[in-house]
Structures are given as structure tokens and as C-alpha cells.
Antibody
Framework: QVQLVESGGGVVQPGKSLRLSCAASGFTFSSYTMHWVRQAPGKGLEWVAVISYDGSNKYYADSVKGRFTISRDNSKNTLYLQMNSLRAEDTAVYFC??????????????WGQGTLVTVSS | QSVLTQPPSVSGAPGQRVTISCTGSNSNTGAAYDVHWYQQLPGTAPKLLIYANTNRPSGVPDRFSGSRSGTSASLAITGLQAEDEADYYCQSYDSSLSGSVFGGGTKLTVL
């Protein structure tokens, strides 16, 4: 069965960096687009970034462009989100999610349980 | 302010039918990009409910259905049950933003 397990969340000061990881299993990771989606406390879902199956194409929400970098290691079945220059408004649960095999912006069909990032001094 | 507009809340009694709307613009739903729907039970990760406007993944009850017309899409839930109480989100692609967009979410209360 498809499993996505995020890690790396925690409390970080404004302006600092943090790297999230997402370990994937139960499917051929290297064939699928992968997304990061976040949810601030008590708020709705916000799409953050997407990476194509081979890592050659990456897209970001305007709110994180230039600060966050999505990447993947298909040999380790792992997705990453490097977050730099963190701000208080980046505080959220970050979900790793599986996209489609072909289209980059298709449906997201499986989600991890999320990891909480708190940006606070 | 979300690119896709959903009502903040809807409610219905057990057994009733409710609908949740998702209204966009010419750069997303109006441009015929697919709309997908997710259910998020309290304290859990979202779960795919409807994909590509009208399709149900295996395991999703046929009480849930999706439709779309013009710049809007809708999720209908018939035969409401207590376990349907959750937040529901629509999602699509926006060509102006070159990214995925979510609706603001709708909280369903089963009376």
C-alpha cells in the first residue's frame, strides 16, 4: 500500500532554515510527480510546490518562490523540501502528496500525515 | 482570499442531500482544467474524494458525486451520515499562477 511519511518538522527561529523529508513506499516512486501542500493552524490547504517524476521540472507557489526548494532522490525514494528564510507565516503542517504519472498538475491521490513546522522566536 | 471560492460552511440532517460549490475564473475552472475534491476529517490528512470533476476513486461511496459547469464545480453528498462531518476542499490548476490552487474549504456539519 502507498505510504508517505514526512519528517524534519520542528520549531525554528525566523530567518533560519529547515529541511523536510518524505519517505515513500508501496509504489514506484520514480514514476510519479510529487507535491508539498501546507495547512496553517485552523486554516485551509495551500499548495506549496511540485516536482516532476525525474526532478527536471519544479514549480512553486508565489508565497515561497525564491525561499523554498523542492527536490527528490529517486534512488532513496525520498522527497525533500528545503526551506530558507523562514517567516512566521510559514508555520503550518506540511503534507507530502503523490501526484500523477504523466501530468505535473493533475490530481493528488495519496497524502502523508504531515509534519508540523513552527516558526517562532 | 482563495482563488477558488467555496462556502465556508454547509449543514444538513442525516439522510439529506447537500451540495458544495467551487467557483473559479477563466484561468482555472473556466479554462476546463479538471477539478478534484478532498475530504479532511478532523485531525487527519486530506483524502481524495472525486477526481477529474466526476470520478470516484475505488472505495468512495456513490453517495458522493461531482459535477462541473462553466467556471463552477459542485460536490453533492446524498444520504448524509454523521461520519461525513468534515472539511471539504476543491482543487484545480491555474494557468495565471502556473500552479495548483485550492478552495478555501467548506465545513460540513451533520445536524
Amino acid at each position: 500500500q502507498v505510504q508517505l511519511v514526512e519528517s524534519g518538522g520542528g520549531v525554528v527561529q525566523p530567518g533560519k532554515s529547515l529541511r523536510l523529508s518524505c519517505a515513500a513506499s508501496g509504489f514506484t516512486f520514480s514514476s510519479y510527480t510529487m507535491h508539498w501542500v501546507r495547512q496553517a493552524p485552523g486554516k485551509g490547504l495551500e499548495w506549496v510546490a511540485v516536482i516532476s517524476y525525474d526532478g527536471s521540472n519544479k514549480y512553486y507557489a508565489d508565497s515561497v518562490k525564491g525561499r523554498f526548494t523542492i527536490s527528490r532522490d529517486n534512488s532513496k525514494n525520498t522527497l525533500y523540501l528545503q526551506m530558507n528564510s523562514l517567516r512566521a507565516e510559514d508555520t503550518a503542517v506540511y503534507f507530502c502528496a503523490r501526484g500523477g504519472e504523466i501530468t505535473i498538475f493533475g490530481v493528488v491521490d495519496y497524502w502523508g500525515q504531515g509534519t508540523l513546522v513552527t516558526v517562532s522566536s | 482570499q482563495s482563488v477558488l471560492t467555496q462556502p465556508p460552511s454547509v449543514s444538513g440532517a442525516p439522510g439529506q442531500r447537500v451540495t458544495i460549490s467551487c467557483t473559479g475564473s477563466n484561468s482555472n475552472t473556466g479554462a476546463a482544467y479538471d477539478v478534484h475534491w478532498y475530504q479532511q476529517l478532523p485531525g487527519t490528512a486530506p483524502k481524495l474524494l472525486i477526481y477529474a470533476n466526476t470520478n470516484r476513486p475505488s472505495g468512495v461511496p456513490d453517495r458522493f458525486s461531482g459535477s462541473r459547469s462553466g467556471t463552477s464545480a459542485s460536490l453533492a453528498i446524498t444520504g448524509l451520515q454523521a461520519e461525513d462531518e468534515a472539511d471539504y476542499y476543491c482543487q484545480s490548476y491555474d494557468s495565471s499562477l502556473s500552479g495548483s490552487v485550492f478552495g478555501g474549504g467548506t465545513k460540513l456539519t451533520v445536524l
